[in-house]
């Protein structure tokens, strides 16, 4: 029978590394968002020779679904139950057994740790550790913790937390250029010529980014978010 050795923040890894999947999912997702809007925006080829591509317009209509909403709740879920983890192993560590109730605290206010996340939160938790997760605290300049939380919260309160984004879109036709040569996210199309009524090839670029609604954006956001929760996992896992 195999021994396996498990090391009491591999729960925690675990988390982030599905949060890590779903990510996938989102940077999928978003690229279907951006294919849809190349599919949908309007153009005009110019009637007057050499009939270039004139009066691009935003698409008609918003392509977020709520897909990108439920994926980035799922990502923020499994994110914060990591830090979740590593606190009840660190209680379970310092104190010999387990602790009920813990959770990984994130207060703007120092009165508020010392209120409720060291007496509620961080029971059985020594000194030395309470002071590292203080560190990780919003009052003390920690931005990322806070940002996770607020990020999870809204999603917890059934909000859709995307805002929107940036998109700027630039099309192509095969009257005034060389498809061959354009290079980057493009999306294949066809126009009508404005003469003869054959279908003309065009492409489509779309670039951009979809935010939450503070305007920071939402794929590179969480990519950082994770990362910094791996970090502190494994800044506490020589403690054990």
């Known amino acids: 029978m195999v021994n396996y050795s498990v090391h009491p923040l591999d729960g925690g890894f675990e988390r982030e ?3 890590g999947e779903h990510l996938r999912d989102l940077e999928i997702e978003i690229s ?3 294919e849809r ?3 949908a925006v309007p153009f005009d ?3 007057n020779p050499p009939h270039h591509v004139i009066n691009v317009c935003r698409p008609p209509e918003t392509f977020f679904g709520m897909r990108i909403g439920i994926l980035v709740g799922e990502i923020c879920y499994n994110l914060r139950s990591a830090l979740d983890y590593l606190i009840f192993e660190l209680a379970k560590l310092d104190s010999g057994s387990v ?5 990984f605290p994130i207060m703007d206010a120092k009165k508020d740790f010392d209120r409720r ?3 509620a939160f961080l029971k059985g938790i020594n000194a030395s550790h309470i002071a590292a997760i203080e560190g990780l605290q919003p009052y003390m300049g920690c931005n990322w913790t806070g940002s996770l939380r607020d990020f999870s919260n809204e999603d917890k309160h059934r909000q859709f937390v995307v805002g929107g984004g940036q998109t700027r879109i630039t099309v192509w036709s095969a009257l005034d250029t060389d498809l061959s ?4 996210m493009t999306y294949d199309r066809t126009a009508v010529h404005p003469a003869t009524g054959a279908n003309v090839p065009v492409k489509v670029h779309v670039a951009g980014t979809v935010a939450f609604d503070n305007g920071l954006p939402i794929l590179e956001t969480l990519q950082e978010l994770k990362r910094n929760v791996a970090d502190c ?3 506490f896992k020589p403690e054990f």
């Not at 040569?181 to 980057?184: A, E, F, M, T």
């Open 37 to 39: 809007q190349a599919n």
């Open 17 to 19: 590394w599905r949060a």
């Open 32 to 34: 279907h968002v951006f």
């Open 45 to 47: 080829l110019d009637p």
């Open 99 to 103: 602790q009920s109730g813990t959770q």
């Open 117 to 119: 996340g060291k007496t």
């Open 233 to 235: 996992l494994a800044d």
């Open 181 to 184: 040569k354009i290079r980057g």
